[in-house]
């Protein structure tokens, strides 16, 4: 099965750092935001991923590019011109990286790697810029099952803000930033029939509008729950939240 992650927007809310580079290369613990996402995936067995690029897209082909060189021990014999690999430390991955154009939406993102998709059964979509522990196999597993054309995984949004336990007017304590208000929103890791595709109409199409739109009054489109870790990077602070989480040896998506 092949992923699809979605890495050319501008990422504006967190324009610290990407005024330098595209919103999935910033890095978490020395490494992508976009190399954590395919490492989730690869340790579900998904190791085929079409990157759908945009701003600053030459960034992410130029790490791809050097990727084995970096994660490989190597001998340079410049005086015959030669170069000897040891050992490779790299993953079994193929990467396809497409310019989805730099203004393009979400959905004509979709679009435009749609010949790479023709042939799939269903294929994994997903934003390039957020974590979780999802159990992505046992997506792909409930997709299979009820036969519908798509797949969403709902979650429960992080907080915002700490909660006082309160009782009456007295304050007992405090909970530091509970999960959300109850309600389930769409945590971005999808599983898709390529049928799907004939939904969107064109570049500027926002495949959370009208698309899924569609797809649920069709009754073609199934959550499912995950109430475990979910995290996007939309702003500086939750870069550093997730940094922070790397560093301290426990990362909840780490999978791998």
């Given at each position: 099965?092949?992923?699809?992650?979605?890495?050319?927007?501008?990422?504006?809310?967190?324009s610290?750092?990407?005024?330098?580079?595209?919103?999935?290369?910033?890095?978490?613990?020395?490494?992508?935001?976009?190399?954590?996402?395919?490492?989730?995936?690869?340790s579900?067995?998904?190791?085929?991923?079409?990157?759908?690029?945009?701003?600053k897209?030459?960034?992410?082909?130029?790490?791809?590019?050097?990727?084995?060189?970096?994660?490989?021990?190597?001998?340079?014999?410049?005086?015959?011109?030669?170069?000897?690999?040891?050992?490779?430390?790299?993953e079994?991955?193929?990467?396809t990286?497409v310019?989805?154009?730099?203004?393009?939406?979400?959905?004509?993102?979709?679009?435009?790697?749609?010949?790479?998709?023709?042939?799939?059964?269903?294929?994994?979509?997903?934003?390039?810029?957020?974590?979780?522990?999802?159990?992505i196999?046992?997506?792909?597993?409930?997709?299979?099952?009820?036969?519908?054309?798509?797949?969403?995984?709902?979650?429960?949004?992080?907080?915002?803000?700490?909660?006082?336990?309160?009782?009456?007017?007295?304050?007992?304590?405090?909970?530091?930033?509970?999960?959300?208000?109850?309600?389930?929103?769409n945590?971005?890791?999808?599983?898709l029939s390529?049928?799907?595709?004939?939904l969107?109409?064109?570049?500027?199409?926002?495949?959370?509008?009208?698309?899924?739109?569609?797809?649920?009054?069709?009754?073609?489109?199934?959550?499912?729950?995950?109430?475990?870790?979910?995290?996007p990077?939309?702003?500086?602070?939750?870069?550093?939240?997730?940094?922070?989480?790397?560093?301290?040896?426990?990362?909840?998506w780490?999978?791998?």
């Amino acid at each position: 099965m092949k992923a699809v992650i979605l890495a050319g927007g501008l990422g504006t809310r967190i324009s610290e750092e990407t005024h330098l580079r595209p919103k999935p290369m910033i890095e978490i613990g020395g490494h992508p935001i976009l190399w954590h996402i395919m490492k989730m995936y690869s340790s579900h067995g998904v190791n085929d991923f079409v990157i759908c690029c945009g701003y600053k897209g030459y960034i992410i082909k130029e790490y791809f590019a050097n990727y084995f060189l970096h994660m490989s021990d190597v001998t340079f014999d410049m005086q015959n011109n030669k170069m000897e690999v040891h050992e490779r430390h790299a993953e079994p991955w193929k990467v396809t990286l497409v310019d989805t154009g730099e203004d393009t939406m979400t959905g004509g993102r979709l679009k435009r790697v749609a010949r790479y998709l023709q042939d799939e059964d269903a294929f994994c979509f997903t934003y390039g810029d957020g974590v979780a522990d999802v159990d992505i196999s046992e997506a792909i597993r409930f997709h299979q099952q009820h036969g519908k054309l798509a797949t969403v995984t709902a979650v429960l949004p992080p907080g915002r803000y700490g909660a006082l336990d309160r009782e009456g007017d007295r304050v007992a304590g405090f909970t530091e930033k509970p999960r959300g208000d109850g309600g389930w929103i769409n945590g971005g890791f999808f599983v898709l029939s390529p049928k799907v595709i004939s939904l969107i109409d064109n570049d500027q199409t926002s495949w959370e509008a009208a698309p899924l739109n569609q797809l649920a009054q069709s009754d073609q489109l199934m959550a499912y729950e995950h109430s475990g870790f979910w995290q996007p990077m939309d702003t500086l602070r939750e870069k550093n939240l997730l940094e922070d989480l790397w560093q301290s040896g426990s990362a909840p998506w780490k999978s791998w």
